[in-house]
Structures are given as C-alpha cells and as structure tokens.
C-alpha cells in the first residue's frame, strides 16, 4: 500500500480497439461522465496476466501484457440510485439501504450499516459496512444473490419489494451463510414459498439449521449452470475458507459480473456504489483483507486458480461488504494474489486453528487469533469443526506444529472431532485452549488434563470468557495468537535478519541513532504501548511524524488509518524505569499501565507522567516493508512537561536488532 497516495483522476472514457461500447440507460452519476467497464481475466499471473481497460488505475499486470478485443457486457452508464429514509437503530446508529441498477437486469440492494464500529472479529471500523444485495432478472426466471442482516428486515424488504414481487422470485443464491448475508432468508423463504435456494453443500446443511423449516434446495456444482434465461446463465465454483467453509463465487456469463461475498469487500460504507477512489479505499481493502482473508491465504490462491480454470471474464466483481469494485479490478485482484503469495512464502511454521462456525463466539474469537497469528508470520490453517470429517482433521493435525482449539459444544459433530484430535496429536506440538463462550462449551479443565497426560506443551494458559466479548476479549485473543506465532517464528526470524545483513552494513547502520519514547494508544476498552526508537518528524504542513511499527507488536492493531495515539518522549537520564516497564513481554491481556502513573490525553490515549513531553496524533497513512509498517501521523496537540529536559537517545553497536 502506497503512503500517501493521491487520489486517481477520473479519465475520459478509453476506446478500445474491437471492443463494442454499449450503454443501457441515461447517467445520472454527479460528473455526468459516461464510463466504460470491460470484462476481463484478473491482472496476475495465476489468471492469465490480461490488462484492463478502465477509466482509472491503467496498470498492466506485467510488461508482456497486451489488450484484449473483448466485448462490453456490462453497463457502461451509472443508473439512477434510490435511497430509503434513514432508520435509527441501537444507540442512534443510522441505517439506509440504496438500490440501483449495475448490469443488465440486475440491481443491488446496498443496506448501509453507517455508524457500525465493530465487525466480526471485532477489529474497528471507521467508515461503518454495508451488506450487498443482488436481483437479476433473467428472461425465465429470477435470482436474489444474497440478502442482508436482519437488523434491516424493514427496510430492505421495502426495497425488494419495490423491485419485484416475492413471489416472483424463483431461486436465492446463498454464496455465504454468515448471518451478515444469510440473516433474512428464512423471512424471504415465507415470503416466497416457492422459492429454491442454492448454495454449496456446506451452506444448505447450515441454512436447514438456520431456517429449521423445509424449503427447496439445489446444491451448486461447477460445471453445471443455472439458466436464468436470456443470457443470464450462472456459473458456480466452490471457495471455501473464504471465510467460513460454505463459501462459493458466482459467475452471470450474461453480464460479466461475478459475485463473490466476502473476498474482495472491505468495510466501508458511502453512497458511492463503486471503487472511485482507490486512495480512499485501499487502507480499508487491506485491513479487511489482513483480518479475514489473509489466514485462508492459501484458500485465496485456490479460488484465484479456479475462476482462472472456469475462464471467467469478468467486468465488475459483485462483492458483499462495501464498494463494488469496477474500475480498479487488475490491481486489487492482483494485491489479493501478491499478498497471500507473500504470507504463504514468509511462513516459518504454521499452526491449525480448529473452530465451530455457528457457536457462540467460536468464529470471532478464532479470526481474533488467526489475525494474530499472522502478524507474527507464521501460517493459520483453519478449520470449522462442523463441516471436516475425521481424515480432513487428522491430516491438518499432522501438518501443522500446533494447535488452537475453540471448545466445541459437547453435543453434536463438532464434539465428536475431539478424539480424533486427542488421538492424532503429538507430544512435540503445542495447544492453546480457548473457551467460545456458547453456553455449552467442553469443559476446558477435562481438555486439559488429557492433553497433559499425552505429554503436549500448553505454552499459553487457556483463554477463559466469563462474559460477553468486549474490545478487551479480542484483544487477549489476538495478542495469544501472536504470542503462539513467535514461539514458532521468532528463532528463525531473527537467524534470517543477522544472516541478511552483511556486518559491516551492520555496523554502520547502526550509527542511525534514534531517541526513546514509548507510544500509548487506546481504541474503545482496549490498550496498547511500546518503546520505539525508529521515530522522525516527516512534515511540516501539516505537521507530521513517521514511526516504524514491527506487524507482530500488539499496539499495530490499535494504529490503523484514523487512529489516535500519543507519543511520549523520554528524558535523557531518567527513563530507565519506564524502558525497563514497557520492554517487559508481557502475557496475553495483561495491563501495560499497570502500576504507571498516566492521564488521558484528548483523544483519549495515555499521557505517561514521566514523560518529558508528548504529542497527539493521528494516523493519516501506512506504508509497507517486509517487516514493519512505516506510520505517517498528523501531530494534533502536544506539550513539553519539562523544558529544560532533553530526549534521552538511543545507540546500537549492530543494526540487526532495536
């Protein structure tokens, strides 16, 4: 991700040799602009290297690229967009759906969750989430892809409604069964009797526990198209982990639209049905893409080598949170292959992470540690203990060095893959136990005392809820995940990092000398710090400061675009104490503040008494290297406790290490 990227500007039109512009209805976007969208293979190598012709972002995928003479499908004109009133909903929290047209015959219903603070794994969100919608009416029969939380029942059926009749509705193509996507289903199944949903045989079996009623149902096979008629003729493949194991793509070969639900989303909310402005967007597109896709990364590469195999051409991607992406299709597709590519190639070891999708906090908690794992650069195998059979788990069991299991409920099939997990375990892996909160967990002390007698290491004590999840629950969770990861990783890494570094290059970087400071920053319930030196004033107007954040400090999560911090400065000659606080490793959870004198400054993140002075700020953007996340902050506020102090420095014999 680039820093400080400026946003795209909006092109003309591009006129493509061989390629037929087509538009089906008047414009009715702010600009007046007319703008072209061209079915296309993914710019990456796994799907082909093709170039697109898009009015932004004209990047080829490789220099050996060349143009393609393909044919417009979709359409090539903004359609009007109707908003609904908007709804208060829990604490003020506004809620709206949009609906507009985006291909031919098919229409979105975008229910606007605007002030949504959290998702999911509970990581923050700045631009609230939407949930996306689809209708396509084909010349026979009609198809809803997806529907939306259940939080907008009232409104989003008023849009649907306004669209079509219910009982015109012939099939609802479920690509995903998370309740975010799945959660008015069994309204629609009511409201049309007659109604065939179909999905993958993981998302029916979840659905019957969802809906609890018999429907009609159709499981979806690649290779084996449902005909909506009049072109509109849908494709299937199955993407599972993308996130939870029911997921699959879906192709319309009459428009060139794939639908893809979670893959390619990100959690932002905006009137703007499309990708426009990718420097907006992209903080946002990784972020999402690093807590939910990046421990499936493997599963990523998979779904990008089938749709390369069906030989979907494609001239928007459908997505079922945020932006549909249209004009910057190569280069996110293509950052979601360089990244998992990248994550797969800097695994030292990996570690299964065993979870029941539909259980209490199961899901959450597991993408919590997941996430945390990752940072620390080892591979996250996940795996829904509801949907594996016995040979899947002993197979993932024996491949990773450890194990993260989510306590299962004791009755059921989930319960029944514990012995299977007992018996394939091996006293050289480590296991993490963690309670799911679902009311009927196995008991974690029985887990425990089994895995002793097998002679298993348990580096982390188990992770024990007692209550609902807070900002804190997760933060534990992912801080174990890290700390699971570095027990694995963090050996070899630092073997690499002396062995990459000739000694005389050593040396003399070395001689790059910093001061010390610890940096505090605080988001709802939770609470980070730590000591940094790789600091530096980066601007004047507006004023602003770099600082280098290592990916697996637990305080990264709490520094993404839009969040407050303070850097406090420490005093040349009295900042032992403090250093020697803040350098301590601390366990999975634990308070950093505990036993410090600190305030609140404004924007809410600690102001050490003993520091010489601080600053406010606000991170504006974040650039990427192998290992760190260089941080671009905006100074807000600051001020000097001590005048006459100066900022204690910091000097290094060797620059492989802080």
Known sequence: MAALAGAAAVAAPLQVPGVKQLATGSSSSSSGSVRSAVPRKLGSDILGKQITATPRGMQAASQNVRPRSVEVRAVATEAPTKMSRVVQWEQGKRLQTQTTTIAADTTTIRSLDWDRDRFDIEFGLLKGTTYNSYLIRGADKVALIDASHEKFRELYLSALKSEIDFKDIDYIVANHTEPDHSGLIRDLIELAPNVTVVGSKVCIQFLQNLVLKPFKSLVAQPGKPLDLGGGHELEFIMAPNLHWPDTMFTFDKGTGVMFTCDAFGSHYCSEAVYDEDLSELEPHYRFYYDCLMKPNSRSVLTALRKVASAGWEFSEIAVGHGPLLRYNVPELTLKYEQWSKAAIEKQKSSIAVLYVSDYGYSDRLSQCIARGITKAGAGVEMMDLKAADTQELVECIGRNAAVVLMMPPTQGPAAAAVAPLLAGIKAKQSVLLCESYGGDDEPVDTLLRKFSDLGVKMPIEPLRIKEAPTEATYQLFEEAGTDMGQNLTQKAVREETRRSMPLAVAKAIARVSGGLYVVTATKGSSKGAMIASWVSQASFKPLGITIAVAKDRAIESLMQVGDSFVLNCLEEGNFAPLMKHFLKRFPPGADRFEGIDWSPGANGSP???????????????????????????????????????RTASHHRKLGDYY
């Open 607 to 645: 102001v050490l008494a003993g520091a010489l002075a601080f600053l406010e700020c606000t991170v504006v953007s974040r650039m990427e290297t192998n290992d760190h996340w260089i941080t671009y902050a905006e100074v807000t506020a600051g001020r000097v406790a001590k005048p006459e102090g």
